[in-house]
């Protein structure tokens, strides 16, 4: 967790160690970065605050997803005493996988944070002397591995977060039907979605510079305009 806030973070400590989590506390981003970075160590999922004394949030989620190795898809909560809109657009578009404002039912973050781990299950890599290969989506050069969580693109991985992943699986396994919003937020939050909740279309966004050859015109990820998204079942792209 990167936060400032001294009292914030003494409650949030306390009330996740009560339900079960071990929380590593840093109170600015120098520190924060300075402990994801630290190999000896590993996270679970990051709380990150939108305003630090020595940097904007924003500026260290868009550090982090920089990065090389596990830090880079580390599952990311935004904390902010901000309610504009467009801070939750721009922090999904960096790379954060939910948004909470402050101030916040400490239960619902804990259902949030649980949400994401639940997600951010999975098993060890595939290598040549497993036992079992991992399940394989492939539609022409996109191959997906649902079971070591890794997407490849002509071959080569492609980086993406524990949010994007599992959206692209869930289009994926249904390609050729259209899914709604509703559907898709349904599915990857386990719970009745907002009407008005937009994010998915930043995290399909977000998806589509992954995996697609040119974001602007996909061609695997189609919108159906009033209706929702549907992932195509080509083969020759």
């Not at 190999?39 to 020595?54: E, G, I, K, N, R």
Request: aromatic share 6%; net charge negative.
């Amino acid at each position: 967790m990167i936060e400032d806030d001294q009292r914030l973070a003494d409650m949030l400590q306390t009330y996740l160690q009560q339900n079960g989590f071990e929380v590593v506390h840093a109170s600015s981003a120098q520190q924060g970065l300075a402990l994801l970075q630290d190999q000896s160590q590993s996270y679970a999922l990051l709380l990150l605050d939108l305003m630090l004394p020595d940097a904007f949030g924003l500026d260290v989620c868009r550090q982090i997803r920089a990065q090389q190795g596990p830090i880079a898809t580390i599952p990311l909560v935004m904390l902010t005493a901000k309610g504009d809109p467009m801070d939750k657009v721009i922090g999904l578009e960096l790379g954060a996988d939910d948004y909470v404002a402050k101030p916040f039912e400490p239960r619902e973050l804990l259902a949030r944070l649980r949400a994401l781990l639940r997600r951010q299950q999975q098993l060890p890599a595939y290598s040549p002397q497993s036992l079992e290969p991992a399940r394989v989506l492939r539609f022409g050069r996109l191959e997906i591995q649902s079971d070591t969580r890794r997407v490849y693109l002509d071959g080569r991985e492609r980086s993406l977060t524990a949010y994007q992943f599992d959206l692209l699986l869930v289009l994926a396994e249904s390609a050729g039907r259209v899914l709604s919003r509703e559907h898709l937020m349904d599915a990857l939050k386990g719970e009745t979605p907002d009407a008005f909740d937009r994010s998915i279309d930043v995290h399909v966004g977000r998806l589509r510079a992954a995996i697609e050859d040119d974001p602007k015109q996909p061609r695997r990820i189609i919108t159906v305009r009033g209706a929702g998204y549907v992932f195509a079942k080509l083969q020759d792209v």
